[in-house]
């Protein structure tokens, strides 16, 4: 993996996200948790001289186990694959694990750092350090159909801005 700049970053943050899905994995090697989305941001706020590399917002429902990870640590990192892995991304999207070595069950080879897992396989990885949490409340809907349509149950997500601190390309 090499590391790159902001500047450097070629990507289509939308079809990125939502079509071909990313990776959110929390943890370290004693214990960590991943799982697909497809929902999510990357951009600018507060200030990009204290943030230049940029802010990336994801969103994780509560009773995701991967959840629990994203709390405890400071760190989290997004991770992007090539086309032929998008298989595994959707197992990973619907298996928890909770239940199972999902990861070793898709052949997934984790990387370990300080503080932060990303995945060998990946083509992109954006290293987190996680600003901001706060749940998505029903009062804050302009669009009440939203409600009924996405959370028939109200199991608002919780959104995490954290700050690009590293980027890394796999060439
Ligand atoms: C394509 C796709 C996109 C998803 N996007 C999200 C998302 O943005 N936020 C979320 O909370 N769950 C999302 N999920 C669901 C979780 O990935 C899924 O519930 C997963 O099994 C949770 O795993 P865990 O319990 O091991 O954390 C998505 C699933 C799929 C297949």
């Known amino acids: 993996m090499k590391e790159i700049t902001a500047k450097e970053l070629e990507l289509n943050p939308i079809t990125a996200i939502s079509e071909e899905w990313m990776l959110i994995t929390a943890g370290t090697e004693a214990n960590y948790n991943t799982m697909t989305a497809s929902w999510g941001h990357i951009g600018s ?25 994203i709390d405890r640590e400071a760190y989290y990192t997004l991770t992007f694959f090539p086309p032929e892995c998008k298989e595994k991304l959707a197992y990973l999207g619907s298996h928890s694990g909770r239940d199972e070595d999902k990861v070793g069950k898709m052949g997934l080879t984790p990387v370990f750092e300080d503080g932060y897992t990303y995945f060998a396989e990946a083509s992109l990885v954006l290293v987190c350090r996680k600003l901001y949490q706060a749940p998505i409340v029903e009062e804050g809907f302009v669009d009440k159909s939203i409600v009924e349509s996405v959370y028939p149950t109200k199991d608002f997500h919780d959104l995490y801005i954290g700050e690009i601190v590293k980027i890394l390309v796999n060439e």
């Not at 200030?47 to 629990?68: D, H, K, L, N, W």
């Open 45 to 69: 706020i507060w200030g990009r001289s204290s943030f230049g590399m940029g802010t990336a917002i994801c969103y994780v429902r509560p009773q995701r186990y991967t959840r629990e990870f």
